[in-house]
């Protein structure tokens, strides 16, 4: 029987091989080989454990991020959206919702990013937990879609764990707040919508609890 050697299967992870040697190897594969199995599964941690550790150490300049979404908000203004209801809370993404990557899980940082549409906002939060004790660090963004050239000043946001805990804070004058109040599981975020109407974000679990020894 024919193995296949590291050259090859570094290729074939990184997908640079030909269609015929991939569908060989794969064929190789089907047939039980362990050596080969092996030899894949070692090289498919490598690519991941090198591409978790290339993400984790990369934070874009806070400038960038800024303009990316004044440029999404932009968009959204020039389509036509739909009238929002007072205190209606729809979540666009979040990441602790995407699948992540073949071996990426047990490296993953914690920190749990969630964009809503409440109200007449745009919410972004990021939720992370703190390295010591059993704190959560909440950092946020209103954008006010109705009024994106008029961001409304201090609006005022309360962090809630339902255990007893509850932080007031403000926003920015862009619109950003920020906040650390004790872990308890599960979060809540409030704010006033139209009508001084309050838009509440329930999340639960709000940041994933990682095991003993991981960074």
């Known amino acids: 029987m024919k193995h296949y050697n590291t050259e090859e299967w570094v290729d074939y992870v990184n997908q640079v ?4 040697q991939r569908q060989a190897m794969e064929k190789h594969l089907a047939t039980g080989c362990k050596q080969c ?3 894949l599964s070692l090289w498919q941690r490598v690519r ?3 591409a978790a550790a290339t993400e984790a150490s990369y934070q ?4 960038t991020v800024r303009l990316a979404k004044a440029l999404y908000l932009t968009i959204r203004l020039n389509t036509k959206q739909p009238e929002s209801q007072p205190g209606l809370v729809e979540v666009l993404f979040d990441s602790f919702l995407q699948p992540a990557l073949a071996g990426t899980r047990s490296t993953a ?5 969630i964009l809503y549409r409440a109200d007449r906002y745009q919410v972004d939060i990021q939720i992370e937990p703190k390295p010591e004790g059993n704190r959560l660090v ?3 963004q209103l954008l006010d879609i109705s009024h994106a050239d008029a961001p409304d000043p201090a609006v005022p946001v309360t962090l809630n764990n339902h255990c007893g805990a509850v932080v007031r804070i403000a926003t920015n004058e862009f619109g950003e ?6 872990n308890a599981g599960d979060l809540e975020i409030s704010f006033p919508g139209q009508q001084e109407k309050p838009v509440v974000i329930s ?4 940041a994933r609890k990682l095991p003993d020894g991981v960074a």
Do not use: C, H, L
């Open 37 to 39: 199995t092996k030899e």
């Open 138 to 140: 909440v950092i946020g």
């Open 48 to 50: 991941a454990n090198a």
């Open 203 to 206: 999340v639960r679990n709000a």
């Open 60 to 63: 874009p300049p806070a400038e």
């Open 109 to 113: 940082s914690g920190a749990r990013q």
């Open 17 to 20: 091989d030909s269609g015929v």
């Open 177 to 182: 707040f920020r906040g650390e109040i004790e």
